[in-house]
């Protein structure tokens, strides 16, 4: 996994409570990525970052925050979860070669 | 809207035999395309990259083309084996520094 760990692994929350999802990475990338995966849909990029402090949104951000205060954490919030946001998250990271490896995701089921 | 399009049945094959995987673009002008492995419980890893110049590139038991007139790429699994058996991504590049995946393909390769 290209020396990227999330945490979690596996959570079970309630409708309604914050939740913060957490990725390290050792390889010093400059870019850095959230994806959620469900059956039917694949990956869907939830929001991006290309440095400290500079993130973006990508194509399913609605219900999502985000944070990068160092280059190796970058922060996934949802503020208020609702069962829709019940999936697998993936964060990755990019190389200077587009390279994007992945770490081994977190399946977080709201209730 | 931009869309990519892969065999959503699973594609079945013997042990031994080549394997081909079909990934379909429209409205995109990506300037690489990059196909990923994905197994049961574990995040996507990258296998190829080829860029919108080359026609053709070959990895070990692996080839994938890639054909920009058809909005088209194909990939080859040579000598399949039953440890081949995963779900397969094909992903393309949007602007700024994310990638848009398809949904995959999933094969098994029976001994």
């Known amino acids: 996994d290209a020396g990227i760990t999330q945490s979690p692994r596996h959570k079970v929350t309630e409708t309604g409570t914050p939740v913060t999802l957490r990725c390290h990475q050792t390889e010093n990338h400059r870019y850095m990525y959230w994806y959620r995966q469900d059956p039917g849909h694949g990956l869907r990029l939830i929001h991006y970052s290309y440095g400290v402090k500079d993130t973006d949104k990508g194509e399913v951000s609605d219900g999502y925050s985000v944070s990068r205060s160092k280059t190796e954490d970058f922060l996934l919030t949802l503020e208020s979860a609702t069962s829709s946001q019940t999936s697998v998250y993936f964060c990755?990271?990019?190389?200077?070669?587009?390279?994007?490896?992945f770490g081994p995701g977190t399946r977080l089921t709201v209730l | 809207s931009q869309k990519i399009e892969q065999n959503s049945e699973a594609l079945n094959i013997q042990e031994g035999k080549t394997a081909t995987l079909t990934c379909n673009y429209t409205?995109?002008?990506?300037?690489?395309l990059q196909w990923y492995r994905q197994d049961p419980g574990r995040g996507p890893v990258f296998l190829l990259l080829?860029?919108?110049?080359?026609k053709e590139k070959r990895k070990e038991r692996l080839k994938v083309t890639f054909d920009t007139t058809l909005k088209q790429s194909l990939f080859h699994i040579t000598a399949s084996q039953p440890a081949d058996s995963a779900t397969y991504l094909c992903a393309l590049k949007v602007s700024g520094y994310a990638l848009n995946f398809g949904k995959g393909t999933s094969l098994l390769v029976t001994p």
């Open positions: 409205n995109y002008s990506p300037a690489y």
């Open positions: 990755a990271t990019t190389d200077s070669t587009d390279t994007q490896y």
């Open positions: 080829i860029r919108e110049n080359e």
